[in-house]
């Protein structure tokens, strides 16, 4: 089985600009999950969406967004980016909504904002 | 509220001797406790996960780990450290979201 893809692996972006990340999750798998990865705060939990519905939101403001399409496949989005976005932003997938579940993680998006 | 912390920033070891690194809880409920390992510019890689039953928890790689409800610690080892396992190490708890530790750089040396 593939495992979970995300795109782009890379991004620069200028304060201002909005950004979307793409993730595809492990086939069969109905969670996604997105997490923030950066060197003062850690790993940090951003969103949940299971069939297309957001579960579980982080802390963090409303210029994060983000959806879940019919296929699982799933989409992040940050608007007005502010320096401090710039991290390391990683999706997860796992097979239902169980919190036993396995999260199996992509290898991130390395976005950087000028 | 849920949470782990993994007291060691650092942990060094010489290849082959013993590895352990330490990772304590606090959940209201039964803890669903992971260790997930990343490697530089890679995302986080699954080792093995506590759900119930036996304490001792066999994961990838000849790594283990030992839930201790008494002490709500949650230990990763490994018996034979290799240089290759030099990485940074997570331990999580879940509820639907995982809640990191803050990690812990381990470094084997040849």
């Known amino acids: 089985k593939a495992g979970v893809t995300q795109t782009p692996r890379y991004l620069i972006k200028t304060r201002g600009q909005q950004v979307t990340l793409s993730c595809s999750p492990i086939s069969g798998h109905r969670s996604v999950s997105w997490y923030q990865q950066t060197p003062g705060q850690g790993l940090q939990f951003l969103f949940e969406y299971f069939s297309e519905t957001q579960r579980n939101k982080g802390n963090f403001p409303g210029r994060f967004s983000g959806r879940q399409f019919s296929n699982s496949r799933s989409e992040m989005n940050v608007s007005t980016l502010e320096l401090g976005d710039s991290a390391l932003y990683l999706c997860?997938?796992?097979?239902?909504?169980?919190?036993?579940?396995?999260?199996?993680f992509g290898p991130g998006t390395r976005l950087t904002v000028l | 509220a849920q949470s782990v912390a993994q007291p060691e920033d650092q942990v060094n070891v010489a290849e082959g001797n013993p590895l352990t690194v330490k990772c304590t809880y606090s959940?209201?409920?039964?803890?669903?406790l992971f260790w997930y390992v990343q490697y530089p510019n890679r995302g986080l890689q699954f080792l093995l996960k506590y759900i119930t039953g036996d304490n001792l928890v066999k994961g990838s790689y000849g790594f283990e780990a030992e839930f201790n409800k008494s002490q709500t610690s949650f230990h990763l080892k490994k018996p034979s450290a290799l240089v290759s396992d030099s990485a940074l190490y997570f331990c999580?708890?879940?509820?639907?979201?995982?809640?990191f530790g803050a990690g812990t750089t381990v470094t084997v040396r040849a």
């Open positions: 959940v209201s409920g039964n803890p669903y």
């Open positions: 997860a997938s796992s097979p239902g909504d169980s919190s036993a579940d396995t999260q199996y």
């Open positions: 999580a708890v879940s509820s639907g979201r995982l809640s």
